[in-house]
T-cell receptor, first 109, second 111 residues
Framework: KNEVEQSPQNLTAQEGEFITINCSYS?????LHWLQQHPGGGIVSLFM?????KKHGRLIATINIQEKHSSLHITASHPRDSAVYIC???????????WGAGTKLIIKP | NAGVTQTPKFRILKIGQSMTLQCTQD?????MYWYRQDPGMGLKLIYY???????DKGEVPNGYNVSRSTTEDFPLRLELAAPSQTSVYFC??????????FGEGSWLTVV
């Protein structure tokens, strides 16, 4: 079993829908990251969480440390949100990240 | 700030050739990483560095070497390229606040 599991693997939705991507992990962590990989390949950091909730524009990330679970929400989704969303957890002092496999999101107009 | 800069963006190598992927960051970050991403797969750590003069192996170091002579530069060397090294390579650095910055990626094909 992978230490970081994302679901769903693929998600297709209509423009305007509320999107939820989930990340579960099985190890102790110091922080959890959500990143976005554009179709062209570039990777951008969206959030880093160690507790609670963060919001940036239409994106909301939450984490439940006790349940070892995080969610990334997108409100009022738009075709430009189409990308691969990746969850990664940081563990030790050298901060080697353990990566989820990613969720491929397609938003149709 | 330019952030993390990787070169080249695209390269085709013949089997057995060698090459160096360059990575430079201008944010004075101590931690730097090299990842590879195979099609449809997640990132795999090749090597990382916690500061100038210090490097260590990640999950998939075989066939690669790194050096870290300065804080800014973290080049990745491929010796005797093999088709299995066809992949997209990403360099990244981490701030003291644990924010991660990625280069734009280097697409490498070994034929």
């Amino acid at each position: 079993k992978n230490e970081v599991e994302q679901s769903p693997q693929n998600l297709t939705a209509q423009e305007g829908e509320f999107i939820t991507i989930n990340c579960s992990y099985s190890v102790g962590i110091s922080a959890l990251h959500w990143l976005q990989q554009h179709p062209g390949g570039g990777i951008v950091s969206l959030f880093m969480l160690s507790s609670g909730k963060k919001k940036h524009g239409r994106l909301i990330a939450t984490i439940n440390i006790q349940e070892k679970h995080s969610s990334l929400h997108i409100t009022a989704s738009h075709p430009r949100d189409s990308a691969v969303y990746i969850c990664a957890v940081g563990r030790d002092s050298n901060y080697q990240l353990i990566w989820g496999a990613g969720t491929k999101l397609i938003i149709k107009p | 700030n330019a952030g993390v800069t990787q070169t080249p963006k695209f390269r085709i190598l013949k089997i057995g050739q060698s090459m160096t992927l360059q990575c430079t960051q201008d944010m004075n970050h101590n931690y730097m990483y090299w990842y590879r991403q195979d099609p449809g797969m997640g990132l795999k750590l090749i090597y990382y560095s916690v500061g100038a003069g210090i490097t260590d192996k990640g999950e998939v170091p075989n066939g690669y070497n790194v050096s870290r002579s300065t804080t800014e530069d973290f080049p990745l060397r491929l010796e005797l390229a093999a088709p299995s090294q066809t992949s997209v390579y990403f360099c990244a650095s981490r701030s003291e606040g644990n924010t991660i910055y990625f280069g734009e990626g280097s697409w490498l094909t070994v034929v």
